[in-house]
């Protein structure tokens, strides 16, 4: 092609027609010109189509994790309600006058859910880092952007801290008040310790230690239960824009 364009050009100037000459080379340039636009205008295309690309997989990523982060969430807030029953269960039997009709098997069950529960946070910041180190700004929508980095870099942090570092103290303390109060018995089961308290009449309900071990275990649940709630919420509306951005980008 080139070398027709060649031949064109070198006929015109034998010719001495320069008019024709400039026109042609004129034309030649405008439609290099024409061609380095399309080139680019396909090149932008194509990098618009690979950051949506981008955009659309970091999000399906987010929804999947808020998905299994939300249903632990809601597992976590379930076991504190069972919590909080087992802890009014005790806390009633505690003021009874008259405990014929209290069954040291509900007595143990209720034990054993109050001494066995720790709160624990967790949950999936990986596609959230994943995203942050090639930029929030491949989030097209602004308010999306923005909720994400609400929840993931303030309100998850937040109740991480509260939860797992200071909520951690009431249930360490209620750890070892049961250690005081109970004989605990060890028993080998496979490769693992089984532990069980040892728990034969009620004497432990008059115990001031053993109101210790329900104040403590009722603030672990109360002062837990109101982040991860408004955790849980919070994913969700975030859950909502993000299979709302999907759709659009689908459409």
Do not use: C
């Not at 064109?8 to 024409?34: D, F, H, P, S, T």
């Not at 003021?95 to 529960?117: K, P, T």
């Not at 496979?190 to 104040?215: H, Y």
Request: glycine residues 4%; negative net charge.
């Amino acid at each position: 092609m080139l070398r027709f364009f060649r031949q064109i050009r070198q006929k015109l100037i034998k010719q001495e027609n320069v008019r024709k000459y400039l026109w042609y080379a004129l034309g030649e340039i405008l439609l290099v010109m024409i061609g380095i636009l399309l080139a680019l205008q396909v090149n932008n295309w194509n990098e618009n189509r690979k950051e949506k690309n981008y955009e659309h997989r970091m999000l399906t990523e987010l929804s999947v994790a808020l998905v299994n982060d939300i249903g632990n969430f809601r597992l976590l807030e379930d076991m504190m309600s069972n919590l909080e029953e087992s802890i009014f269960y005790l806390t009633a039997a505690s003021n009874m006058d008259d405990r014929r009709s209290l069954e040291i098997d509900s007595v143990r069950q209720h034990l054993d859910s109050v001494w066995g529960f720790g709160v624990y946070i967790a949950y999936n910041e990986g596609p959230y880092e994943a995203l942050k180190s090639s930029g929030l700004d491949k989030i097209s929508n602004d308010s999306l952007r923005n909720e994400i980095a609400k929840l993931y870099s303030f309100s998850l942090p937040s109740a991480d801290a509260w939860i797992n570092e200071i909520i951690r103290g009431s249930i360490d303390a209620k750890f070892r008040y049961f250690d005081l109060l109970f004989d605990i018995q060890v028993e080998r089961s496979g490769q693992a310790l089984e532990k069980t308290l040892i728990v034969e009449n009620f004497d432990f309900l008059d115990s001031p230690i053993f109101a210790d071990i329900l104040s403590e275990s009722f603030n672990a649940t109360r002062y837990s239960k109101v982040p991860l709630a408004q955790n849980r919420r919070q994913m969700e509306q975030l859950l909502g824009m993000i299979n709302e951005e999907l759709t659009n980008h689908s459409d």
